[in-house]
């Protein structure tokens, strides 16, 4: 083994000395493109520096700049669905002025630089688009969530409190698993649960291009249905240069990250690779509630004259000690006579905050979900353009809980009956069980392009299929009933869910300044349950196949009736079936197939067939209307939205048989506000970014069936509440964001002011269950040591975050004993160091 170790490093620094000794000088290249006959600015054009895959896209100004070019002998090549392909030789880097393309057909058609994303000024959807620069300048270790939350409509917070863990994302008051998030065009949202675990993409952000924020039905044509938006989700471009990155840093709660990313080059003019790998670890603000997060990002590919194909590999397995679970608030307030969870407040403020109730050591959370995609690109010539995605994830793993005072018949456990007495026990003191997942997913997205005389024509596909195994295991139990082993199981299905999904688009330029915009995707969706080994409480086992068929039509207008002003308006439909759990839970012990079913029916093998679930699938109209006005040195951006969701599946919304609240569809729902964004450069080195939301979400009708905990002796109190008018729980009425930054040669200095208004964690509205308005103050400061000391592509950075030091939730929800909420880190840091060699 010593020897291997040797051998691999000596492997290790002739690969190290070779890049470094072989990493080529690189130019800065920019230029502004516009449109030969107009002058309008040309933007979302693809400028490359042909033979290499160095590319970027214009901008609103149609400007554009490649900060890793060559310094000499430069070809550049610009391409964009609506111009003639320009292609010229450069003597060497620099500012080239501005670029003149000739228009091939009526100028103002609308483009669509890849199937899922928008192109500003043409496409009928509010979005914001965040890019490298941004995630640069804001990523330090915190889960892709709290990235995003700098965009208008945008809320996150995070289990452990600083960001670093499992996370969750609203967009319009719509949860995540109602946004479609495509990494690369491939669905992220775990088909069976339509969540997302940003968790299982640990230090994602420093393998991205950038990041578009699609609020509302938007332009993606597949994934999981948009209800509330689509994240697109862009990795980045290889360099023909080759280089090494190193970045490395340390922060509060002992959060310490270590990442290199590694660059071939171009090799042989036609293919590069790409290697990064990091580390995250780190305690946490709360209690027990560390996370252990490796990661690894490869990418390879060929560039050919009509073709390019990419090929990435990414993932990386976590483990993350559970955090999920609240806090009353006056165990938060420290109300020395309450008792939570078998303890008191203590005398310490912050002891109270950070508690986490998981105090068994072994309560965590286990995974792995490697990624792999195969992209390909095809342009047989300037009118045609096709595009296919096939990837295929592999997850599995597991998270491990200990229960006190469980029924053992719910894990199909005899009651332990004591030697010598008459006396039995049917609950379990203990109980460490063990919850398993595995899954294969697969699928392509194909979509073919064609622009003709007066516009372009899309039409495409998506084609998946998930297989997905799922059981439990009891590792220990006490007191042990006899005959048990540990590792039994108590629940085992297998599950599947097949989407074939079709989709039509065509953007229609009636007039160089018109863009008219039309699709039409139809999906079809199926799942399945088999092989439920285990019966439930009353000794059923439930199988299914129940599939869905959705027609998705969606139109919309764009008008710019100047260089700088355009307005838009849509109107969408979309669809979205239930969960897996939702249309039936097998996991559940207690789960009766009349709950959720209409119809059923037993086989000759006793297994009981499930038919017309009860829930329905849920239903948005979204009517959109949005104006932007920009020049080179400022801009702003108003849209205002009315969405109105029918069926909206909630909890407590009906009660079974044993009068317990169960999930329903709410009759409908709406989602109406105004948003607002604008940023602007007052001085030489000084920009102001600023955005501010202001939503009205609340039920039209919808009757809650609330347990009455205080009062639950045997039987559970259900009272009967109307929520019509209500305020949808979950999401502040009120974000804004200010952001002031400053730079000069040897660094910057950038404050950012977000604030939250009220947010109710339940449908009561009652304030004792919301979270109060809160402001907070972040400061992150930069040093360019190249320009300072003269070491080449060195940055040191410091980030504080709630540098005033306020106490605050972000989360809550409500179960026994009432209202319970996640508390959120008080004033903390992150320092950090990045070079490239």
């Given at each position: 083994m010593a020897c291997r170790r040797g051998a691999s490093a000596r492997i290790t620094a002739v690969v190290l000395v070779s890049l470094l000794t072989t990493t080529a000088h690189a130019a800065t290249l920019s230029g502004r493109i516009v449109d030969a006959q107009t002058g309008k600015a040309v933007t979302a054009a693809t400028v490359r520096i042909a033979g290499t895959p160095i590319a970027t896209v214009s901008d609103d100004s149609g400007s554009f700049s490649i900060s890793n070019a060559p310094d000499s002998g430069i070809t550049l090549a610009i391409t964009h669905l609506a111009y003639r392909p320009w292609r010229r030789a450069i003597a060497a880097g620099g500012e080239i002025g501005e670029i003149r393309m000739e228009p091939i057909v009526l100028q103002g058609q609308g483009v669509v630089v890849t199937g899922t994303r928008a192109v500003r000024g043409q496409s009928p959807v509010a979005f914001d688009n965040i890019t490298q620069e941004q995630i640069r300048r804001d990523h330090y270790a915190q889960d892709v969530p709290m990235l995003l939350t700098e965009s208008p409509g945008v809320y996150a917070y995070s289990d452990n409190g600083n960001g670093i863990g499992y996370?969750?994302?609203?967009?319009?008051?719509?949860?995540?698993?109602?946004?479609?998030?495509?990494?690369?065009?491939?669905?992220?949202?775990?088909?069976?649960?339509?969540?997302?675990?940003?968790?299982?993409?640990?230090?994602?952000?420093?393998?991205?291009?950038?990041?578009?924020?699609?609020?509302?039905?938007?332009?993606?044509?597949?994934?999981?249905?948009?209800?509330?938006?689509?994240?697109?989700?862009?990795?980045?471009?290889?360099?023909?240069?080759?280089?090494?990155?190193?970045?490395?840093?340390?922060?509060?709660?002992?959060?310490?990250?270590?990442?290199?990313?590694?660059?071939?080059?171009?090799?042989?003019?036609?293919?590069?690779?790409?290697?990064?790998?990091?580390?995250?670890?780190?305690?946490?603000?709360?209690?027990n509630a560390w996370t252990d997060l490796w990661s690894y990002f490869l990418s390879a590919a060929r560039f050919d004259e009509k073709w390019t194909n990419r090929i990435n590999i990414f993932g990386g397995p976590e483990q993350t000690h559970l955090a999920y679970k609240g806090l009353p608030r006056r165990y938060i307030d420290g109300d020395p006579t309450y008792e939570f969870n078998g303890r008191y407040p203590s005398s310490d403020p912050d002891s109270n905050r950070q508690y986490n109730p998981f105090e068994w050591k072994g309560e965590t959370d286990n995974f792995n979900q490697p990624q792999y995609q195969w992209l390909t690109e095809y342009h047989p010539d300037s009118n045609w353009h096709f595009e296919n995605t096939a990837y295929y994830i592999k997850g599995k793993g597991f998270y491990d809980q200990l229960r006190n005072g469980s029924l053992l018949e719910e894990y199909h456990l005899p009651a332990v009956t004591f030697p010598g007495?008459?006396?039995?026990?049917?609950?379990?003191?203990?109980?460490?069980?063990?919850?398993?997942?595995?899954?294969?997913?697969?699928?392509?997205?194909?979509?073919?392009?064609?622009?003709?005389?007066?516009?372009?024509?899309?039409?495409?596909?998506?084609?998946?299929?998930?297989?997905?195994?799922?059981?439990?295991?009891?590792?220990?139990?006490?007191?042990?009933?006899?005959?048990?082993?540990?590792?039994?199981?108590?629940?085992?299905?297998?599950?599947?869910?097949?989407?074939?999904?079709?989709?039509?688009?065509?953007?229609?330029?009636?007039?160089?300044?018109?863009?008219?915009?039309?699709?039409?995707?139809?999906?079809?969706?199926r799942y399945e349950l088999k092989n439920d080994r285990f019966p439930n409480m009353l000794g059923q086992r439930v199988q299914h196949s129940t599939d869905y068929n959705f027609l998705s039509p969606r139109a919309g207008i764009t008008v710019r009736p100047t260089r700088e002003l355009s307005v838009f308006g849509s109107v969408s439909y979309n669809a979205q079936e239930p969960t897996n759990d939702e249309v039936f839970d097998a996991a559940d012990y207690y789960a009766n197939a009349g709950d959720f079913f209409r119809d059923t029916s037993t086989n000759v093998q006793g297994i009981l067939i499930g038919s017309h679930p009860l829930l329905k699938p849920e239903h948005l109209m979204d009517y959109e209307l949005g104006a932007s006005i920009s020049n080179p040195?400022?801009?702003?951006?108003?849209?205002?939205y009315h969405m109105r969701f029918h069926d909206e599946i909630v909890y407590n919304g009906q009660i079974n048989d044993q009068g317990v609240p169960i999930r329903t569809n709410a009759p409908s729902s709406i989602h109406q506000g105004i948003e607002l964004s604008a940023a602007m450069k007052p001085a030489k080195g000084l920009t102001f970014e600023g955005n501010a939301s202001f939503s009205d979400n609340h039920f039209?009708?919808?009757?809650?069936?609330?347990?009455?905990?205080?009062?639950?002796?045997?039987?559970?109190?259900?009272?009967?509440?109307?929520?019509?008018?209500?305020?949808?729980?979950?999401f502040p009425e009120q974000l804004v964001n200010l952001r002031l930054t400053y730079e000069i040669k040897y660094g910057s200095l950038s404050a950012h002011v977000f604030h939250a208004g009220r947010l109710f964690v339940d449908n009561s509205n009652d304030r004792a269950a919301s979270i109060d308005p809160y402001t907070l103050l972040e400061l992150r400061g930069a040093v360019k040591l190249d320009a300072l000391a003269g070491w080449h592509g060195m940055e040191l950075y410091v980030q504080v975050n709630n540098v005033l030091d306020r106490e605050y939730e972000s989360g809550g929800y409500v179960d026994d004993p009432g209202p319970l909420f996640i508390p959120a880190a008080k004033r903390n840091f992150f320092v950090g160091l990045r070079t490239r060699l």
């Open positions: 996370s969750y994302l609203w967009i319009r008051g719509f949860p995540q698993r109602r946004v479609s998030v495509l990494v690369n065009g491939v669905p992220l949202n775990d088909p069976e649960s339509h969540e997302v675990y940003w968790i299982d993409l640990p230090d994602l952000p420093e393998n991205l291009q950038d990041v578009q924020i699609q609020r509302g039905v938007g332009t993606t044509l597949y994934g999981s249905n948009s209800i509330g938006g689509t994240i697109n989700v862009l990795t980045h471009y290889l360099s023909p240069q080759r280089s090494i990155d190193v970045s490395s840093g340390f922060g509060s709660y002992d959060t310490r990250k270590f990442s290199v990313g590694l660059n071939s080059g171009l090799i042989d003019g036609r293919h590069a690779v790409y290697a990064r790998f990091s580390r995250i670890v780190s305690d946490g603000y709360r209690d007495t008459d006396s039995e026990a049917t609950t379990a003191d203990q109980l460490w069980r063990r919850l398993w997942v595995e899954n294969d997913f697969w699928g392509l997205v194909p979509r073919l392009t064609h622009k003709h005389t007066n516009g372009q024509f899309s039409v495409g596909a998506e084609i998946n299929r998930l297989t997905a195994s799922h059981w439990a295991e009891v590792q220990s139990v006490s007191p042990a009933p006899p005959g048990f082993v540990p590792g039994q199981r108590y629940y085992d299905y297998d599950g599947a869910k097949t989407v074939l999904t079709g989709f039509l688009e065509e953007i229609y330029n009636p007039d160089p300044k018109v863009s008219v915009t039309g699709a039409m995707q139809y999906s079809f969706k040195r400022w801009r702003a951006e108003v849209s205002l039209d009708k919808f009757t809650e069936y609330v347990p009455d905990y205080a009062n639950w002796v045997d039987v559970l109190p259900i009272d009967t509440v109307d929520r019509s008018g209500n305020t949808l729980a979950n």
